[in-house]
Protein backbone atom coordinates (compact mmCIF):
# COMPACT_ATOMS: atom_id res chain seq x y z
CA UNK A 1 0.00 0.00 0.00
CA UNK A 2 1.08 3.42 -0.54
CA UNK A 3 1.76 5.55 2.34
CA UNK A 4 -0.18 8.75 2.57
CA UNK A 5 0.72 12.24 1.93
CA UNK A 6 -0.50 13.37 5.59
CA UNK A 7 1.89 9.94 6.94
CA UNK A 8 5.21 11.27 4.51
CA UNK A 9 5.27 14.49 5.70
CA UNK A 10 4.73 13.67 9.13
CA UNK A 11 8.28 11.23 9.33
CA UNK A 12 11.78 12.14 10.00
CA UNK A 13 14.05 11.04 7.01
CA UNK A 14 15.29 8.41 8.79
CA UNK A 15 11.80 6.95 9.14
CA UNK A 16 10.75 6.72 5.65
CA UNK A 17 12.01 3.64 4.02
CA UNK A 18 13.56 4.11 0.60
CA UNK A 19 10.82 1.88 -1.27
CA UNK A 20 8.11 3.80 0.64
CA UNK A 21 9.63 6.98 -0.74
CA UNK A 22 9.66 6.04 -4.24
CA UNK A 23 6.53 4.39 -4.30
CA UNK A 24 4.66 7.50 -3.20
CA UNK A 25 6.37 9.91 -5.60
CA UNK A 26 5.42 7.36 -8.22
CA UNK A 27 1.33 7.44 -7.93
CA UNK A 28 1.81 11.41 -8.03
CA UNK A 29 0.42 12.55 -11.27
CA UNK A 30 0.47 16.15 -12.14
CA UNK A 31 -2.15 17.93 -14.12
CA UNK A 32 -0.10 17.77 -17.25
CA UNK A 33 -0.24 14.01 -16.69
CA UNK A 34 3.74 13.95 -16.08
CA UNK A 35 4.22 11.71 -13.14
CA UNK A 36 6.87 12.82 -9.69
CA UNK A 37 8.47 9.24 -10.71
CA UNK A 38 12.00 8.95 -9.90
CA UNK A 39 14.08 6.22 -8.46
CA UNK A 40 17.13 5.96 -6.76
CA UNK A 41 20.46 4.44 -8.07
CA UNK A 42 18.93 5.27 -11.49
CA UNK A 43 21.92 6.97 -12.98
CA UNK A 44 24.68 5.10 -10.98
CA UNK A 45 26.58 4.55 -14.23
CA UNK A 46 25.83 8.29 -15.35
CA UNK A 47 27.08 9.55 -12.12
CA UNK A 48 30.10 8.02 -12.73
CA UNK A 49 30.37 9.10 -16.09
CA UNK A 50 30.30 12.23 -15.09
CA UNK A 51 32.98 11.92 -12.31
CA UNK A 52 35.69 10.39 -14.63
CA UNK A 53 34.90 13.28 -16.77
CA UNK A 54 35.83 15.91 -14.51
CA UNK A 55 38.64 14.22 -13.10
CA UNK A 56 40.23 14.05 -16.67
CA UNK A 57 39.63 17.45 -17.44
CA UNK A 58 40.96 18.52 -13.97
CA UNK A 59 37.34 19.88 -12.69
CA UNK A 60 36.56 21.15 -9.36
CA UNK A 61 32.80 22.21 -9.82
CA UNK A 62 31.64 24.44 -7.31
CA UNK A 63 28.18 24.76 -8.01
CA UNK A 64 25.99 22.44 -10.40
CA UNK A 65 22.29 22.81 -11.52
CA UNK A 66 20.17 19.44 -11.40
CA UNK A 67 17.00 20.36 -13.94
CA UNK A 68 13.69 18.92 -13.60
CA UNK A 69 14.89 16.61 -10.59
CA UNK A 70 11.15 15.47 -9.58
CA UNK A 71 11.62 14.11 -5.78
CA UNK A 72 15.11 15.05 -5.83
CA UNK A 73 16.35 11.08 -5.15
CA UNK A 74 18.63 11.01 -8.34
CA UNK A 75 20.22 14.86 -7.05
CA UNK A 76 20.96 13.25 -3.92
CA UNK A 77 22.72 10.18 -5.93
CA UNK A 78 24.71 12.79 -7.81
CA UNK A 79 25.63 14.53 -4.47
CA UNK A 80 27.18 11.09 -3.00
CA UNK A 81 28.66 9.79 -6.03
CA UNK A 82 30.41 13.46 -6.12
CA UNK A 83 31.47 13.63 -2.36
CA UNK A 84 32.94 9.77 -2.58
CA UNK A 85 35.22 10.82 -5.35
CA UNK A 86 36.01 13.97 -3.07
CA UNK A 87 33.82 16.75 -4.57
CA UNK A 88 32.09 18.94 -2.12
CA UNK A 89 29.79 20.82 -4.65
CA UNK A 90 27.11 23.19 -4.18
CA UNK A 91 23.77 21.34 -5.75
CA UNK A 92 20.86 23.63 -7.13
CA UNK A 93 17.82 21.24 -7.76
CA UNK A 94 15.21 22.78 -9.69
CA UNK A 95 11.27 21.43 -11.04
CA UNK A 96 8.46 23.27 -12.31
CA UNK A 97 6.34 21.56 -9.55
CA UNK A 98 7.63 21.42 -6.11
CA UNK A 99 4.77 23.02 -3.52
CA UNK A 100 1.75 21.36 -2.72
CA UNK A 101 -1.08 21.57 0.44
CA UNK A 102 -2.36 19.19 2.72
CA UNK A 103 -5.97 19.55 2.97
CA UNK A 104 -8.19 18.35 5.40
CA UNK A 105 -11.75 17.58 4.26
CA UNK A 106 -12.87 15.92 7.13
CA UNK A 107 -12.41 13.33 9.99
CA UNK A 108 -9.44 10.93 8.83
CA UNK A 109 -9.72 12.59 5.07
CA UNK A 110 -7.45 14.96 3.63
CA UNK A 111 -5.86 15.78 0.10
CA UNK A 112 -2.87 16.68 -1.33
CA UNK A 113 -3.50 19.48 -3.81
CA UNK A 114 -0.95 21.33 -6.42
CA UNK A 115 -1.47 25.27 -6.15
CA UNK A 116 -3.56 25.42 -8.97
CA UNK A 117 -5.90 22.75 -7.23
CA UNK A 118 -5.57 19.53 -9.08
CA UNK A 119 -5.83 16.60 -6.64
CA UNK A 120 -2.46 14.53 -6.21
CA UNK A 121 -3.78 12.11 -3.52
CA UNK A 122 -6.75 11.38 -1.37
CA UNK A 123 -6.12 9.73 1.71
CA UNK A 124 -9.43 8.03 3.46
CA UNK A 125 -9.15 6.25 7.05
CA UNK A 126 -5.24 6.44 6.60
CA UNK A 127 -5.88 4.72 2.99
CA UNK A 128 -4.23 6.13 0.32
CA UNK A 129 -5.85 6.51 -3.12
CA UNK A 130 -5.04 7.75 -6.90
CA UNK A 131 -7.50 10.42 -7.96
CA UNK A 132 -6.62 8.75 -11.41
CA UNK A 133 -7.93 6.18 -13.62
CA UNK A 134 -5.41 3.28 -14.57
CA UNK A 135 -6.04 0.05 -16.10
CA UNK A 136 -6.51 -2.28 -13.46
CA UNK A 137 -9.59 0.00 -12.96
CA UNK A 138 -11.42 -1.53 -15.33
CA UNK A 139 -11.29 -4.60 -13.18
CA UNK A 140 -11.41 -3.84 -10.22
CA UNK A 141 -14.69 -1.25 -10.91
CA UNK A 142 -12.71 1.60 -9.51
CA UNK A 143 -13.64 3.20 -12.75
CA UNK A 144 -16.76 4.24 -11.98
CA UNK A 145 -15.61 5.21 -8.27
CA UNK A 146 -12.12 7.25 -8.92
CA UNK A 147 -14.34 10.08 -10.81
CA UNK A 148 -17.27 10.51 -8.08
CA UNK A 149 -14.38 10.05 -5.80
CA UNK A 150 -11.97 13.36 -6.71
CA UNK A 151 -15.28 15.10 -8.11
CA UNK A 152 -16.20 15.37 -4.31
CA UNK A 153 -12.76 16.22 -2.84
CA UNK A 154 -12.56 18.93 -5.42
CA UNK A 155 -15.78 20.50 -4.26
CA UNK A 156 -14.66 19.84 -0.37
CA UNK A 157 -10.81 21.06 -1.21
CA UNK A 158 -12.21 24.80 -2.54
CA UNK A 159 -14.48 25.10 0.79
CA UNK A 160 -11.26 24.22 3.09
CA UNK A 161 -9.72 26.22 5.47
CA UNK A 162 -7.40 23.78 6.92
CA UNK A 163 -4.47 23.56 4.96
CA UNK A 164 -0.57 22.51 5.10
CA UNK A 165 2.09 23.82 2.70
CA UNK A 166 4.39 20.98 1.79
CA UNK A 167 7.59 20.69 -0.65
CA UNK A 168 7.31 17.38 -2.97
CA UNK A 169 10.88 16.55 -2.42
CA UNK A 170 12.22 13.62 -0.86
CA UNK A 171 12.71 14.52 2.84
CA UNK A 172 16.57 13.81 2.65
CA UNK A 173 16.89 16.76 0.80
CA UNK A 174 14.45 19.42 2.34
CA UNK A 175 16.88 20.15 4.88
CA UNK A 176 20.48 19.09 3.08
CA UNK A 177 23.22 21.58 3.58
CA UNK A 178 24.73 21.28 0.26
CA UNK A 179 21.38 21.52 -2.21
CA UNK A 180 19.52 24.34 -2.58
CA UNK A 181 15.93 23.59 -4.23
CA UNK A 182 14.07 25.84 -6.42
CA UNK A 183 11.05 25.49 -8.32
CA UNK A 184 11.45 26.72 -11.95
CA UNK A 185 10.09 26.51 -15.40
CA UNK A 186 13.30 25.16 -17.82
CA UNK A 187 11.37 27.62 -20.52
CA UNK A 188 11.97 31.05 -18.52
CA UNK A 189 15.41 32.60 -18.27
CA UNK A 190 16.69 33.06 -14.54
CA UNK A 191 19.30 35.81 -14.63
CA UNK A 192 20.12 34.22 -10.77
CA UNK A 193 21.35 31.44 -12.82
CA UNK A 194 23.36 33.18 -15.86
CA UNK A 195 27.15 32.34 -15.99
CA UNK A 196 26.87 30.29 -12.29
CA UNK A 197 27.08 26.43 -12.94
CA UNK A 198 30.33 24.44 -13.76
CA UNK A 199 27.73 21.76 -14.66
CA UNK A 200 24.10 21.31 -15.82
CA UNK A 201 22.51 18.03 -16.01
CA UNK A 202 18.50 17.82 -17.31
CA UNK A 203 17.58 14.39 -17.00
CA UNK A 204 14.25 13.00 -18.30
CA UNK A 205 13.19 16.51 -19.13
CA UNK A 206 14.37 17.86 -22.69
CA UNK A 207 12.58 15.77 -25.23
CA UNK A 208 9.52 15.78 -27.80
CA UNK A 209 6.96 13.92 -25.65
CA UNK A 210 7.28 17.16 -23.40
CA UNK A 211 8.16 20.14 -25.63
CA UNK A 212 7.78 21.31 -29.27
CA UNK A 213 11.20 21.89 -31.34
CA UNK A 214 11.10 26.14 -30.48
CA UNK A 215 10.25 25.22 -26.36
CA UNK A 216 13.59 22.91 -26.58
CA UNK A 217 15.77 25.33 -28.28
CA UNK A 218 14.63 28.14 -25.67
CA UNK A 219 15.54 25.61 -23.04
CA UNK A 220 19.01 24.45 -24.25
CA UNK A 221 19.82 28.36 -24.70
CA UNK A 222 18.59 28.76 -21.43
CA UNK A 223 20.92 26.27 -20.00
CA UNK A 224 23.84 27.29 -22.31
CA UNK A 225 23.35 30.54 -20.30
CA UNK A 226 23.57 29.10 -17.37
CA UNK A 227 26.97 27.73 -17.92
CA UNK A 228 29.99 29.20 -16.26
CA UNK A 229 32.18 29.69 -18.96
CA UNK A 230 34.43 27.43 -21.61
CA UNK A 231 34.98 23.98 -20.24
CA UNK A 232 31.78 23.91 -18.44
CA UNK A 233 29.82 20.71 -19.20
CA UNK A 234 26.00 20.08 -20.02
CA UNK A 235 24.29 16.59 -19.66
CA UNK A 236 20.96 15.70 -21.66
CA UNK A 237 19.93 12.47 -21.16
CA UNK A 238 16.61 10.27 -21.36
CA UNK A 239 15.91 6.76 -19.85
CA UNK A 240 13.63 4.66 -21.77
CA UNK A 241 10.87 2.23 -20.73
CA UNK A 242 13.31 -0.78 -21.28
CA UNK A 243 15.93 0.75 -18.69
CA UNK A 244 18.34 2.32 -21.21
CA UNK A 245 19.09 5.70 -20.93
CA UNK A 246 20.69 7.64 -24.04
CA UNK A 247 22.39 11.37 -23.73
CA UNK A 248 24.88 13.34 -24.73
CA UNK A 249 27.23 15.33 -23.01
CA UNK A 250 28.21 18.79 -24.10
CA UNK A 251 31.14 21.18 -23.47
CA UNK A 252 31.09 24.78 -23.97
CA UNK A 253 33.95 25.75 -26.10
CA UNK A 254 35.24 29.34 -25.72
CA UNK A 255 33.36 30.58 -28.96
CA UNK A 256 29.73 29.97 -26.69
CA UNK A 257 29.19 26.91 -28.90
CA UNK A 258 28.56 23.49 -27.26
CA UNK A 259 30.26 20.61 -28.86
CA UNK A 260 29.63 16.66 -28.03
CA UNK A 261 32.30 15.34 -26.06
CA UNK A 262 30.45 12.17 -24.41
CA UNK A 263 27.72 9.80 -25.81
CA UNK A 264 25.78 7.42 -23.71
CA UNK A 265 23.50 4.78 -25.63
CA UNK A 266 22.37 6.04 -28.73
CA UNK A 267 23.31 10.14 -27.82
CA UNK A 268 20.41 12.55 -26.68
CA UNK A 269 17.37 12.78 -29.10
CA UNK A 270 17.83 16.57 -28.96
CA UNK A 271 21.57 16.28 -29.98
CA UNK A 272 20.99 18.27 -33.20
CA UNK A 273 18.79 20.81 -31.94
CA UNK A 274 21.14 21.52 -28.82
CA UNK A 275 24.34 21.82 -31.03
CA UNK A 276 22.34 24.07 -33.36
CA UNK A 277 20.86 26.95 -31.03
Given at each position: ???????F?S??????????????????????????????A?F?????AV????????????Q????G??S??????L?A?????G???R??????????E???L????????????HV??????????R?????????????????L????A???V???????P?LLV??????????R????D???????????????????I???????????R?A???????LA??GS??????????G?Q???????????Q?S??????????????????
Open positions: MIITAADFRAPAELPPDAEDAFFSAIRNRNSTFKRTYRRQSLDEVRAFASRSMRPEILDVVSGATTLDRALLAAYDPITATDLSLHALVSGKGVTALVSPDGLQIALAGWSVPWRRRLDWITGMWAIRPLLSWQRQENSNSRRVSPRLRDHPSIVVEDVLKRRPEFEAKFQFVRAANLNHDYFNEDQLAVRNLRAYGPLLLIVRSLHNEHGSLFELGDDGLVCQRFGDGSEIEQLALAS
